[in-house]
């Protein structure tokens, strides 16, 4: 008989879970799945061999190390749409069985895969076909292999692969969980209030099988980067215990956070696991600087392994020890899935055998592999060496980490100096032979901000070659040197505990961690190098961060919903937008001061920004010159104000408190107080010092206005933070005292709920507004402008929903609210539908639109669509109906308008030169042509009750004989005689009802904009009317399902091809002379 009494007090000392006892009769199970028959009398010896080697932990004989893997994979079929999940999956997978087989061959006790290794999807839709349940070990113990779940194919497939190889597998994928299994788990939040509106929570998570396949630890992604995933609602501090050791897991972004620091502080695991898709231009450190710095920082083993993809700046992975640094690690854009083995110690101290090897894995076999850093190129920086032509091969880094950094370049082959921020301070004492590039010591104090969103407070204390740009010394960083550095010490009166050492040589490797030494006190923090060999370096770094770890479920949630996580995080397919028509206050005033002017506008913005922010908005656009306007040159001199360029300079003026500039200031500042973007437009001005030879073809001589000065129309877009994002300058000024940038300008920034252009007023007629969709992609347009009706034959709000649906994008537009000239009409437009709403009356207020727009298509979003009327201490409901409109306001016939803000008036008859036909009959088809250009008509009325006529034109449209651009229109409206031509006057209000208008055209335009007006200039509801272009014909159809009369049918073709060269309207006063 077994001694199951003495079996059973062995067992009870088995501290790893990776080798198991099972008392069934006399059959005991080793972890290799074996079965062993113990004898009845068992030998002394060999019952001792037996019981350590079979259940204690390894470290019991001698075993002071145990053998890791990591993988970094190139990922195949990456957010594929033709391929099926079950076929991206595999793709990738039969990377993971080879890798897995080669680890398991080379005595690996565990592997860890890559962040989005199997598949990643950027649609939570279709994330519904690929994600997985992982259900929580820690309630439900599961082993997705002997349980034979299929359905689950990576978690299936990557338990067998375990059980098969008696080896710990780490990997990542994405998990769902329904909402009535995560939202009101801790009964705070009802499932209402917290579930996404997609039904479905996912989650980036990382999974940890054991040697027998089951899941033993499942981590979710606490810190989602511009990820369609959500966060779990509290942070998660997950560990498990092995027969080598207790581990804990991060995902990528994870890393930056104080909650990865606490698992080794206060959970006391040995090694940490890091699967990544890691950005090189996320800190001053890459990818492997960061992972070994961390290791040595915080005292603990880590195995990263990293998504290759280069392109996108994205490589490095490897093994690290706590104490010695870099066991083996890959740095290398060569477009291979690699395999990284090493031992790695659990005591410290001993002596392990070394086997680190790197293998390039492919499904069929495995093969060695070295790296030298060959491939790196010179330079990687995207703004000059451009987009990567191979994302797989061409590396590439998009953000400049020394823009903000006070610089102290090396001027002598070796000596002592320093550099400050703030009350920060670094001290670099060196030698070296021979300054062959150059090298700058760079310190820095404040936040880190990634793509102007995601940010966190750091010190940085850097040495590092560094090569200039546009005039700046200090933006280049190569990866190569030539420099040989004898010793550096570098110094920095950090004051966070965690400071983050590396050292790199040419090519970016990493320097052995024997050549230099890092020490850290309460005084100051020293990182040591001395060089062994000839070998040059390429940096020397210290990084801190003081990060905050996230505590608390709903200091958490609101966190998240408010800072870090894209709108569509918790399944909110929309954003809250808000425009504001604004009328102006003390228009061209000369008895007040500049800041008095602009103090009386920015108060209606102030609470603007305040209704807007208390009712949801992420963004606000104001009008074109809403703060100020001015007639002369001389006095914009007083009012304009310096914008810098952001994509060169990053800009807080509220941080900066720079008061100077009154108007970026204030905007700056509400940005920042109310959590919310803000665009704005106003004149920006700039010396010709700074801006006349920036092409290198016009000298100053020939480029200066006369005054010495340039002012632009000016858009600028700040985050949340008060930070400028983008800055836009009006390409086709109409008929004002600006100057227009030398070249056109594409001002675009990506935000947490879609990507924006900005365009001003007149550029809307021109073809670059149209190319902001069409070569740059995206999504949502913002329109500030002072807009007059008769420019085009459409009037503002029309335009501005026609815009909107021919090209696709959603449409912000903020009219300047002055009825007298012609302008007002403001609106947020759908692509799909629309105005969501829109204001288009002549009352002379300040009023606030405000809407949900949709992110995705065809999504069903909350209808919150407002209008409120705004002036400084509060804010009125209101409803429009058109009743304030004149019935003829044709200024000439009119009268110029007594009340500029109440009095609506247009200037110009558009029908001067268009092709009549006259509606004679209740129903009927009829056409009207122009040259070849052609129109027809078929309608439906009870009774015309006023003229209607069909109107065709083809030619160059002309304003006041300067501006020119190519349209062909076709037209059904009311039109009444004057002066004994036919169609003059045209009247704001109808009585004929038309029950159906089918209008088509010949249209050689590719973009052709449509409309549909009611009696009052009201737009149809979209419901009425359909659009329909192709090759051969342009029609629009419109039904009427109501009895309000019908006052305007339209469609405008632009010809963008055939317009003639913009030519910008100078003023004699500041024309573009020689300076004397």
Known sequence: MVDHCALQQYASHI???????????????????????????????????????????????????????????????????????????????????????????????????????????????RLLRYAEYVPDPRKQKFNPCTENVKDRHVLYTLSCLARENNIYIFANLIAMESCESTCDVDQIDSCEFNCPEDGVYFFNTDVVFDREGNIVARYRKLHPFFEVVNAPDKPEFVTFETDFGKFGMVVCFDLVFGEAVLLAEKHGIDTLLYATYWYDDMLVLHSVEYQQSWAIANGVNVLAANTHAPGTGSLGSGIYSKTDGALIYTYEPDGKSKLLIANVPIKENVKIPDISSMTEIVPDKAIPKIETG?????????????????????????????????????????????????????????????????????????????????????????????????????????????????????????????????????????????????????????????????????????????????????????????????????????????????????????????LEVKNSNLKYFKKAVEVSAQKGADIILF?????????????????????????????????????????????????????????????????????????????????????????????????????????????????????????????????????????????????????????????????????????????????????????????????????????????????????????????????????????????????????????????????????????????????????????????????????????EKPSGEIQACSSEFCCSLAYSTQHLQEDFYLAAYNGLNDVKNYFQWYEEVCILTRCDPLDGKPCVLQPLTSKTVFQAVELKGNFKAKRVYPTVSMTKKRLAPKGEWDFNQNEVETILAFQSHSDVPLLKVGLLGRCYEKDPVFVPYYPTQFKKQPLM
Request: charged share 25%; with cysteine; hydrophobic share 35%.
């Open 15 to 125: 501290k790893g879970q990776g080798k198991r006892l099972q008392l069934e009769g006399t059959t005991y199970r080793h972890h290799f799945h074996k079965e062993l028959l113990i004898p009845t009398i068992l030998r002394k010896m060999f019952s001792f061999i037996f019981y350590l080697s079979l259940f204690l932990p390894a470290t019991v004989f001698g075993k002071d190390y145990f053998t890791a893997a990591v993988f970094e994979h190139r990922v195949w079929n990456y957010d594929s749409i033709d391929k099926t999940p079950l076929e991206v999956k595999n793709s990738n997978l039969q990377y993971y069985k080879k890798a897995v087989e080669v680890a398991a061959e080379k005595g690996a006790d565990i592997i860890l895969f890559n962040e989005y290794g199997t598949f990643q999807i950027r649609t939570r839709d």
């Open 374 to 594: 060959e491939k790196f190129p010179e330079n990687s920086y995207e703004k000059i060496a451009g987009p990567a032509i191979d994302k797989y091969g061409d590396y590439k880094y998009y953000k400049s980490q020394f823009e903000n950094y006070t610089l102290t370049k090396l001027e002598k082959p070796s000596g002592e100096i320093q550099a400050c921020s703030n009350e920060f301070c670094c001290s670099l004492s060196y030698s070296t032979q021979n300054l062959q590039e150059d090298f700058y010591l760079a310190a820095y104090s404040g936040l880190n901000h990634v793509k102007n969103y995601f940010q966190w407070s750091e010190e940085a204390c850097v040495l590092t070659r560094c090569d200039p740009l546009d005039g700046k010394p200090c933006v280049v960083q190569p990866p190569t040197s030539k420099t040989v550095f004898q010793a550096v010490e570098l110094k920095g009166n950090f004051k966070a505990k965690r400071v983050y050492p590396a050292v790199s040589k040419t090519r970016k490797r990493l320097a052995p961690k024997r050549e230099w030494d890092f020490n850290r006190n309460e005084a100051e923090t020293t990182l040591v190098f001395q060089s062994d060999s000839d070998v040059p370096l390429l940096k020397v770094g210290l990084l801190e961060l003081r990060i905050p770890t996230i505590l608390g479920k709903m200091f958490l949630f609101l966190f998240y919903l408010s800072v870090f996580l894209p709108a569509t995080v918790f399944g909110k397919d929309y954003f809250t937008a808000a425009v504001f028509e604004h009328r102006l206050q003390n228009f061209d005033a000369l008895d007040k001061t500049p």
């Open 623 to 919: 009008n074109e010159y809403g703060t100020y306007l001015t007639r002369s040159r001389e006095r914009l001199l007083s009012y304009a104000e310096y914008v810098p360029d952001p994509r060169i300079q990053k800009f807080n003026p509220c941080t900066k408190n720079a008061k100077d500039g009154h108007v970026l200031y204030t905007l700056s500042c509400l940005a920042r107080e109310n959590n919310i973007y803000i665009v704005a437009n106003l004149v920006s001005m700039q010396s010709c010092d700074s801006t006349c030879d920036a092409d290198q073809i016009d000298s100053c001589e020939f480029n200066c206005p006369e005054d010495g000065v340039f002012f632009y129309n000016t858009d600028v877009a700040f985050d949340r933070e008060g930070y400028i994002v983008a800055r836009y300058r009006k390409v086709h000024p109409y008929f004002e005292i600006v100057n227009a940038p030398e070249e056109p300008e594409f001002a675009i920034f990506e935000t947490d709920f879609g990507k924006f252009g900005m365009i001003v007023c007149f550029d809307l007629v021109f073809e670059e507004a149209v190319l902001l969709v069409e070569e740059h992609g995206i999504d949502n347009l913002l329109f500030p402008t002072y807009w007059f009706d008769d420019i085009v034959v459409l009037n503002a709000v029309e335009f501005q929903q026609s815009w909107a649906i021919t090209n696709g994008v959603n449409l912000l537009a903020a009219n300047t609210h002055a009825p007298g000239s012609g302008s007002l009409g403001s609106g947020i437009y759908s692509r799909a539908d629309g105005a969501l709403v829109y204001t288009y009356e002549p009352d002379g207020k300040s009023k606030l639109l405000i809407a949900n727009l949709p992110i995705k298509d065809n999504s069903k979003i909350p209808d919150i669509s407002s209008m409120t009327e705004i002036v400084p201490d509060d804010a009125i409901p209101k409803i429009e109906t058109g009743e304030k409109f004149p019935e003829n306001s044709y200024e000439k016939s009119a009268g110029p308008a007594i009340d500029n803000y109440a009095d609506y008036r247009y200037f110009k008859s558009q029908f001067e030169n268009y092709t009549l036909t006259k509606l």
